[in-house]
C-alpha cells in the first residue's frame, strides 16, 4: 500500500518538470519572436541623383502632322480623250514636266484654220490699203467723192482690225494645243493617275483631275501648342529652333524652322496652330505622316531629373528623395518638358536634394534606404541594415 504514494509521486514530479521545460521554450519563442517585431526594417539600396539648378533650354514638345511645302493639283484645261500617260506613279519629276497627253488633233486642225484666217486678213487689208492709195489723187482732183475716199480708209482700218482678231484666235488656238501636254508647275512626288488612256476629260468638271504633285522639299510639320506652352514660345518665333524626335527620344533632324505661326487661340482646344519647315532632300517624312516636334526657344533655370524618377498621382507628379537620415520623403513638382532622357522641373525641388531613381514601387514615406550614386555599392543607414540584392 506505501508504494503507490510513491509513484504517484515521482510521476507528478516528471509531469511537471515536463510542464516547466514546455512553458520554458514558450517563453524563448515568444521573446524571439518580440525582438524580431521590434526590430528596424532593412534598408532599401536604391540610386540617387544629386540635383542641382541649370540653364536649360526651353523646350516644349507636341505632336504634329507633316505637309507637303507646295501641293497642286493637275487638271486637263481642254477638252479630249487622254492619249497616253507619260509619267510613273509615285515618282519624282522636275518643273514643267509632261505628266499627261491629250488627243492634240482637234487642237492642231484649229491652229490650222486659225493661221488660214490671219493670212486672208492680212491680205484683205493689203487689198485695202491698195484701193485706198488709189483713191486718194482721185480724190484731191474730184474725180471721185470724198465719201468714196473716206469709205477706203475705214476699210483699212476694218481690215487691220480683222487681222488683229485673227491673231488672237491664232494664239488661243496655239494656247489650246500646248495645254493638250498636261505638265506640272512645280517639282515633287507624283501622285496616283485618276485618269486613264481613253478617259474622257471635261475641263472645268470633277473629270479635269488628272493626279496631284506634292513637293516634299521642304517639308512643312503642322502642330499645336496649348495657350501656356504658345505664350512661352511668343517673340521668338524667328530664333526658334525646331527639332523631329523619335518615339526612343532621338533626335532625327534638328535643322528645323518656325515659318508660321498663329494670330489666334482656338477656343474649343486653347490651342494655337504653328508650322515648321524641314529640309528633306531624301523624302524621308511624307505628307500625312505624324512625327514628334520639339520647339527650343531661349533658356530657363531649372533642374533635370531622370524621367524613370517622376511618378504621377491622380493630383500631380511626385519624386522620391532621400533625406540627410536615409529616409524616403516624397515631393510634388511641377513640370515643364523632356530633354532627353530627363525631364525638366520649374519648382519642388532644390539644389542638392537626392532624388530616388529605382525601386520606387517598393518605397514607402519615412522607409529606411541605403542611397548610392549610380555605380557605387549602398551604404548602410542609420538604424538600419542595407537590404540584400535579389538573386537572379
Not at 70 to 86: A, H, L, M, W
Not at 195 to 220: C, F, H, K, M, R
Not at 356 to 383: E, F, M, S, T, Y
Request: charged share 20%.
Amino acid at each position: 500500500m506505501t508504494l503507490i504514494p510513491s509513484v504517484c509521486r515521482r510521476g507528478a514530479l516528471a509531469f511537471l518538470v515536463a510542464s516547466l521545460a514546455v512553458l520554458c521554450a514558450c517563453g524563448k519563442k515568444e521573446g524571439g519572436d518580440a525582438k524580431a517585431a521590434s526590430a528596424p526594417p532593412p534598408a532599401m539600396p536604391v540610386t540617387v541623383v544629386d540635383v542641382k539648378t541649370q540653364k536649360v533650354p526651353i523646350a516644349i514638345e507636341a505632336v504634329g502632322q507633316a505637309s507637303g511645302s507646295r501641293e497642286v493639283q493637275i487638271r486637263g484645261r481642254v477638252n479630249g480623250i487622254v492619249e497616253k500617260r507619260v509619267y510613273e506613279e509615285g515618282s519624282t519629276v522636275p518643273p514643267n514636266t509632261t505628266l499627261f497627253i491629250i488627243d492634240p488633233q482637234p487642237y492642231e486642225l484649229a491652229v490650222q484654220e486659225a493661221r488660214a484666217a490671219l493670212n486672208q486678213a492680212r491680205t484683205q487689208n493689203e487689198l485695202a490699203q491698195v484701193d485706198a492709195k488709189r483713191l486718194e489723187p482721185l480724190a484731191k482732183d474730184r474725180a471721185i467723192s470724198q465719201r468714196e475716199l473716206d469709205q477706203a480708209v475705214a476699210t483699212v482700218k476694218t481690215s487691220a482690225a480683222a487681222i488683229a482678231s485673227a491673231e488672237a484666235k491664232l494664239k488661243e488656238a496655239e494656247l489650246n494645243l500646248s495645254y493638250t501636254k498636261v505638265t506640272t508647275p512645280i517639282g515633287g512626288i507624283t501622285g496616283r493617275a485618276l485618269a486613264s488612256e481613253g478617259a474622257l476629260v471635261t475641263a472645268n468638271t470633277d473629270s479635269s483631275l488628272l493626279t496631284t504633285v506634292t513637293q516634299v522639299n521642304p517639308i512643312w510639320v503642322l502642330f499645336p501648342l496649348a495657350e501656356g506652352d504658345y505664350n512661352r514660345v511668343r517673340g521668338m518665333q524667328k530664333t526658334a529652333r525646331v527639332e523631329i524626335v523619335g518615339e526612343d527620344g532621338k533626335v532625327l533632324a534638328d535643322n528645323g524652322r518656325l515659318n508660321f505661326t498663329s494670330t489666334t487661340v482656338d477656343p474649343k482646344t486653347s490651342s494655337a496652330q504653328l508650322r515648321a519647315e524641314f529640309p528633306n532632300p531624301r523624302a524621308r517624312w511624307l505628307p500625312g505622316q505624324f512625327v514628334r516636334v520639339r520647339v527650343l526657344a531661349g533658356e530657363q533655370e531649372a533642374i533635370l531629373v531622370p524621367q524613370a524618377a517622376v511618378l504621377q498621382t491622380e493630383q500631380s507628379r511626385i519624386v522620391m528623395t532621400a533625406t540627410p537620415d536615409n529616409k524616403v520623403a516624397p515631393k510634388p513638382i511641377q513640370t515643364a518638358s523632356w530633354i532627353g532622357n530627363d525631364i525638366v522641373v520649374t519648382s519642388g525641388l532644390k539644389d542638392g536634394d537626392r532624388v530616388i531613381v529605382d525601386n520606387l514601387v517598393k518605397l514607402r514615406p519615412g522607409a529606411p534606404v541605403a542611397p548610392h550614386a549610380a555605380g557605387q555599392a549602398p551604404a548602410a543607414p542609420a538604424g538600419g541594415t542595407p537590404a540584400q540584392p535579389e538573386k537572379k
